[in-house]
């Protein structure tokens, strides 16, 4: 296997790269003009013919690297009808598959004729199924849809020229080995292969070495652009008060967008709801969440209709969002090579970001293993107190104060701060305006000064080693770990996630269940659960801690509410709109049979 060495020239163009022209235009088109290390050394050995292995993280611009050369290969004018494709790419993940897809069509743009499809499971057959009668050149897929497809005789790979797998160390790690092993038996032996991945460990070795002909291998050093622009940073975190933590974290942040990282698909849903509980406009996205919503969620992450994204690592592979400024390992990964790929969400394009790990009192040696294996040391860092997001809100609401003095109309506000202050001294002025200033940040007095004393006492805890608490808070985590294999270890019965009211995976305190509500809003209405629990906290003057599991059906929802609501209680919050509709709130008094809620519902929890 000859090998790529990793000096470049500094003056490499992509002129110097000998594309066709109509791919050179393209590259114009995109603002190109400087390939990566990985473009500048992978494209000119497949537009020679060679297969590759390419040791690159993600961010890299892997996609150009064999995307370009792909469409060299591929010939527009050949017929491929009835599913004989010209070039198949496999990628781990329906969000990788789309991006790819996406970002060759933009490519092809100067390749009339040339056709693109990307399949993936959670889409219907019948679409993909028709395009492929129809006739595509490239196909982009996860291994599973690719081989039902195959299997259904809508995709034949006879007439391939052209395969890619990316991120293949992640396809093995996700059980995909079979059905790539069966897919390049498909393939024809005269066929070129570009092999992507993250790391080259003994099994993708032996995949490269069994369907890769004499290969070059082009080794990206991991800190060339994964982790150059990212600041990093960790904080000791004891296991039950990272969800305060973070909260504290997001609040203090100057980041566009944030996405928080969890170790399970149960923890994504916890977090993200205990954070929705609390006003922040979070959404979650794992597994278990359907591919239209997740394309919906990750759109509104895009546009900047969405601040806060959770998600567990195989969810967030493929995500390409500038926006994103802030990376939160809630929890830290359990590889080194997951932390890289966690951090590459930020910093792209040529921004630089931010990213801190919550680390337990137990994990220090997962941090060191982290720190060597990216050759760099993480800063620690304090969490911010409540004193401390008091103070970052206070200075923001104060630095909008002379836009919002050269607006004018404020003579009513004046006229009523005159009556209440009339005749008094000026020190007595300031103390009304400081009054205000705290009220407008939500400081009400005994309840902050009490937050700030029990959050000395969790950072004295951090400090000082090792409580009771914190060892059994550990034992779970470490539990947890090793239940986490199980494939269903993460998904509760429904009947526990009622009944349970102890620290969980997410370090979420859960409610009793108490008493079920019927609102009159559901999905047809456009409901979330925000903005129900924002409608239950501002009409009904509940907090988070008194709302339980919400179940959201077709035309009306489910809350569970721990604290007895009176009469009065219930005539404000029934005559509060969400979505549109007047909530109409009352007792459940069940039903013999209920369609069941979309996967999107989720639990609502306290810290």
């Keep these: 296997m000859s090998t790529s060495e990793t000096t470049l020239p500094t003056d490499v163009t992509f002129t110097d790269l000998a594309l066709p022209a109509p791919l050179q235009a393209a590259v114009d088109d995109l603002g190109f003009t400087t390939p990566s290390p990985i473009q500048a050394r992978a494209i000119p050995a497949l537009l020679s013919g060679r297969d590759i292995t390419g040791v690159a993280q993600t961010g890299t611009g892997k996609t150009a690297a064999f995307g370009l050369p792909l469409l060299a290969a591929v010939d527009p004018a050949a017929s491929v009808a009835g599913g004989h494709v010209q070039a198949l790419v496999l990628t781990p993940t329906r969000e990788l598959a789309i991006q790819v897809a996406d970002a060759i069509e933009s490519f092809a743009t100067h390749l009339p004729g040339l056709r693109v499809l990307s399949v993936y499971g959670g889409a219907p057959y019948v679409p993909q199924q028709r395009a492929l009668r129809d006739g595509v050149h490239v196909v982009v897929g996860t291994p599973g849809r690719v081989m039902d497809h195959m299997e259904r005789g809508a995709l034949s790979l006879d007439a391939v020229r052209f395969l890619v797998l990316d991120e293949a160390d992640e396809m093995l790690r996700m059980g995909f080995a079979e059905d790539v092993e069966k897919i390049f038996g498909q393939a024809p032996e005269r066929r070129q292969v570009a092999l992507f991945s993250a790391t080259m460990p003994p099994a993708i070795r032996t995949v490269a070495e069994t369907h890769l002909t004499d290969p070059v291998e082009i080794t990206v050093s991991r800190q060339s652009s994964t982790t ?355 909530l109409r709130i009352a007792v459940d008094k069940g039903a013999p049979e209920r369609r069941a809620p979309r996967t999107e519902r989720r639990p609502a929890h306290s810290s």
Excluded: C, W
Aim: proline fraction near 3%; avoid cysteine.
């Design 228 to 582: 150059t622009n990212v600041e990093q940073s960790y904080a000791i975190v004891p296991f039950r008060h990272k969800v305060g933590s973070l909260v504290r974290v997001l609040a203090t942040s100057d980041a566009d967008a944030t996405i928080v990282f969890t170790r399970t698909r149960a923890a994504a849903e916890e977090v993200g709801a205990a954070l929705v509980e609390r006003g922040i406009s979070a959404s979650t996205i794992s597994g278990d969440v359907a591919q239209k919503e997740r394309e919906r969620i990750v759109e509104r992450l895009r546009s900047g209709a969405l601040d806060v994204l959770v998600a567990t690592d195989v969810a967030a592979r493929g995500l390409d969002v500038d926006r994103i400024g802030l990376v939160v390992n809630f929890d830290i990964p359990r590889e080194a090579e997951a932390y890289v790929h966690r951090i590459g969400r930020t910093g792209r394009a040529g921004r630089t970001g931010k990213a801190l790990s919550f680390v337990t009192p137990h994990e220090r040696g997962k941090l060191k293993h982290i720190e060597r294996t990216i050759r760099a040391e993480l800063t620690e860092v304090e969490i911010p107190s409540p004193k401390d997001v008091s103070e970052h809100r206070a200075r923001r609401m104060l630095d909008a104060v002379a836009a919002r003095r050269e607006a004018g109309r404020l003579d009513l506000y004046a006229q009523m701060l005159s009556e209440r202050t009339g005749g008094a001294e000026p020190s007595e002025v300031l103390e009304v305006a400081a009054a205000l200033l705290a009220l407008a940040v939500g400081d009400d007095g005994p309840r902050q000064r009490a937050e700030q004393e029990e959050f000395e006492r969790q950072r004295a805890e951090a400090r000082g080693g090792r409580t009771r608490e914190t060892h059994r808070a550990e034992r779970e985590d470490r539990e947890g770990d090793r239940t986490h294999r199980h494939p269903r270890a993460d998904r509760p019965e429904r009947g526990d996630r009622r009944r349970r009211d102890h620290d969980d995976r997410s370090g979420i305190r859960r409610p009793a269940a108490g008493t079920r509500y019927r609102l009159a809003v559901g999905h047809t209405h456009g409901v979330q659960p925000r903005g129900i629990v924002g409608a239950l906290t501002n009409e009904g003057g509940l907090t988070g801690a008194d709302i339980g599991k919400i179940d959201i059906f077709g035309s009306f929802s489910l809350v569970d509410i721990t604290t007895p609501l009176d009469t009065a209680t219930m005539d404000r919050i029934g005559r509060a709109h969400v979505a549109g509709k007047q």
